[in-house]
């Protein structure tokens, strides 16, 4: 007999979890063609407000999605041209990006403060969405569940299986190399970055949509930075970021039923979980840097200069 609390516990986990896979299978590709873009969470907070206003203003969810990836398209437009055509840093123009981002949210969701949105719909598959435990799970998600599992089986696919995966990892492992046989390294590295913002921006616009369909300042809290972990979690590698998110994503949940069933810990410590986790894993992934090295793109944080 399945217990009353598992499958509803099961479902927090998924909606936790789903922005951390968006904007981590991002940042791979992006990571993967050499850049290192540390504006994950000004991309993804962008993205949150430009879908919530989009679908408060439309009442469609599906422009409110298109509108959140444009958003985050658009930051990432701004780092693309910063750190690959003016050669800017790529860490100070990320974390540049972090503070634009959050600054720029709240100035447009200043007048989005307390509207509701009725949220995504959930898809309802006769007798498939009424199966104990994995028909609310697997047949009864939103739309953009299905979309970040298929963005994870898409990535790996395009890195491990293509011609275009290729030349984006060799751009990531030796950009010299990579414009010395024809291609146009900053070209790659753009395409990288923008798909990195678009599924940054789908991040976000999953927290404002489904998650919390509301507006509130600064409602990432953190999971930019968290995703950013994931990847070096995850050695570059989508599968294994899809399940570091959930892990994550779990101790998120476990913190809020650890406060809603009243242990007798601070509330303050509860929420220090899942970034306490966070700290813990880079720590003992960094206990062999020359394993993380050996993984990491070569290039990874190198600005590409073709005049020398």
Same mark, same amino acid.
């Given at each position: 007999?399945i217990?009353?609390?598992?499958?509803?516990?099961?479902?927090?986990?998924?909606t936790a979890?789903?922005?951390?896979?968006?904007?981590?299978?991002?940042?791979i590709?992006?990571?993967?063609?050499?850049v290192?873009?540390l504006?994950?969470?000004g991309?993804?907070?962008?993205?949150?407000?430009?879908? *919530?206003?989009?679908?408060?203003?439309?009442?469609?969810a599906?422009?409110?999605i298109?509108?959140?990836?444009t958003a985050?398209?658009?930051?990432?437009?701004i780092?693309?041209?910063?750190?690959?055509?003016?050669?800017a840093?790529?860490?100070?123009?990320g974390?540049?990006?972090?503070? *634009?981002g959050?600054?720029?949210?709240?100035?447009?969701?200043?007048s989005?403060?307390?509207?509701?949105?009725?949220?995504?719909?959930?898809?309802?598959?006769p *007798?498939?969405?009424?199966l104990?435990l994995?028909?609310?799970?697997?047949?009864?998600?939103?739309?953009?569940?299905?979309?970040?599992?298929?963005?994870?089986?898409?990535?790996?696919i395009?890195?491990?299986?293509?011609?275009w995966?290729l030349?984006l990892?060799?751009?990531?492992?030796?950009?010299?190399?990579?414009?010395?046989?024809g291609?146009?390294?900053?070209?790659?590295?753009?395409?990288?970055v923008?798909?990195?913002?678009?599924?940054?921006?789908?991040?976000?616009a999953?927290?404002?949509l489904?998650?919390?369909?509301?507006?509130?300042?600064?409602?990432?809290?953190?999971?930019?930075?968290?995703?950013?972990a994931?990847?070096?979690?995850?050695?570059?590698?989508?599968?294994?970021?899809?399940?570091?998110?959930?892990?994550?994503?779990g101790i998120?949940?476990?913190?809020?039923h650890?406060?809603?069933?009243g242990?007798?810990?601070?509330?303050?410590?509860?929420?220090?979980?899942?970034?306490?986790a966070?700290?813990?894993?880079?720590v003992?992934?960094?206990?062999?840097?020359?394993?993380?090295?050996?993984?990491?793109?070569?290039?990874?944080?190198?600005s590409?200069?073709?005049?020398?």
């Open positions: 007999m217990p009353d609390w598992l499958t509803p516990t099961i479902l927090t986990i998924v979890s789903t922005p951390l896979v968006f904007a981590a299978i991002g940042e590709v992006a990571e993967k063609a050499g290192l873009n504006g994950i969470e991309m993804m907070i962008v993205g949150a407000i430009a879908a *919530f206003a989009v679908g408060v203003t439309t009442g469609s599906a422009l409110a298109l509108g959140g990836a985050g398209i658009g930051m990432a437009l780092f693309g041209i910063l750190t690959l055509n003016l050669m840093n790529q860490v100070a123009t974390l540049a990006l972090t503070l *634009f959050l600054g720029l949210s709240a100035l447009i969701g200043h989005y403060v307390g509207i509701p949105f009725s949220g995504l719909p959930l898809l309802q598959i *007798f498939l969405s009424g104990p994995i028909g609310p799970i697997i047949f009864g998600q939103d739309i953009m569940f299905y979309l970040s599992v298929a963005s994870v089986v898409l990535v790996s395009l890195l491990n299986k293509t011609r995966g030349l990892r060799a751009v990531g492992e030796n950009h010299d190399a990579a414009y010395s046989i291609y146009s390294v900053n070209f790659i590295r753009m395409m990288a923008l798909f990195g913002g678009a599924m940054a921006g789908l991040g976000g999953y927290l404002s489904a998650y919390t369909p509301l507006w509130a300042e600064n409602m990432t809290a953190g999971r930019g930075w968290i995703a950013l994931l990847v070096v979690f995850a050695s570059w590698k989508p599968t294994r970021a899809f399940l570091g998110a959930y892990l994550f994503g998120t949940i476990v913190q809020l650890g406060q809603a069933l242990i007798a810990v601070a509330p303050q410590v509860m929420s220090m979980l899942p970034y306490l966070t700290i813990i894993v880079l003992l992934i960094s206990r062999d840097t020359s394993k993380v090295l050996l993984k990491a793109p070569a290039c990874l944080g190198r590409f200069n073709k005049q020398g």
